[in-house]
T-cell receptor, first 117, second 110 residues
Framework: AQKVTQAQTEISVVEKEDVTLDCVYE???????LFWYKQPPSGELVFLIR??????QNEISGRYSWNFQKSTSSFNFTITASQVVDSAVYFC??????????????FGGGTRVLVKP | DTAVSQTPKYLVTQMGNDKSIKCEQN?????MYWYKQDSKKFLKIMFS???????INETVPNRFSPKSPDKAHLNLHINSLELGDSAVYFC?????????FGPGTRLTVL
């Protein structure tokens, strides 16, 4: 069975600080996908990134960066120079691959990030 | 143009009632899903349909019945609503491994 653990339930930082969100996953699949979603206070789920299990390159997108380490089954997310607008709940998720249909997402419990001005 | 839409956005009802939530996607995707987010923000899949066929059915009470009239629509009907059904229900559609979520429907059972 697949499992995603986000050990940090809430992180509070002051604006411009960096914040790193941890994500550890479990799966027996050799091919899988990892995701991060953002849920701002307005409630929608915003897709941030998808990474497949064969691609261990780190990725940077603006102030966001992701560190995928297959050896430790981790897919951590860093927000650099945080802003108040980054305040949200962030979810890490895992799905199996190689299926044309029915790739259910298994979500972690989420990490609430509060960025104070 | 809204990619995945849900109606209604808010639903407040009494225990024991029957209600439906509708979902439509205009992305041309073959697969649609229902997820439930509880009061602690935990997200869990409920159902998935591919081309109108049920392919994922997690451990969900029989009071919940999804229906897919065509591949662009996936509705969720809930019978005999209970207090514990209060949650946000998200519809999603996917093309291979990228899922697009609707805005969610907040259901409150009084």
């Amino acid at each position: 069975a697949q499992k995603v653990t986000q050990a940090q339930t809430e992180i509070s930082v002051v604006e411009k600080e960096d914040v790193t969100l941890d994500c550890v996953y479990e799966t027996r699949d050799t091919t899988y996908y990892l995701f991060w979603y953002k849920q701002p206070p307005s409630g929608e789920l915003v897709f941030l990134i998808r990474r497949n299990s064969f691609d261990e390159q780190n990725e940077i997108s603006g102030r966001y960066s992701w560190n995928f380490q297959k050896s430790t089954s981790s897919f951590n997310f860093t927000i650099t120079a945080s802003q108040v607008v980054d305040s949200a709940v962030y979810f890490c998720a895992l799905s199996d691959a190689l299926k044309a249909a029915g790739n259910k997402l298994t979500f972690g419990g989420g990490t609430r990030v509060l960025v104070k001005p | 143009d809204t990619a995945v839409s849900q109606t209604p956005k808010y639903l407040v009802t009494q225990m024991g009632n029957d209600k439906s939530i509708k979902c439509e996607q205009n992305l041309g995707h073959d697969t649609m899903y229902w997820y439930k987010q509880d009061s602690k923000k935990f997200l869990k899949i409920m159902f998935s349909y591919n081309n109108k066929e049920l392919i994922i059915n997690e451990t969900v009470p029989n009071r919940f019945s999804p229906k897919s009239p065509d591949k662009a629509h996936l509705n969720l009907h809930i019978n005999s609503l209970e207090l514990g059904d209060s949650a946000v229900y998200f519809c999603a559609s996917s093309h291979f491994n990228e899922q697009f979520f609707g805005p969610g429907t907040r259901l409150t059972v009084l």
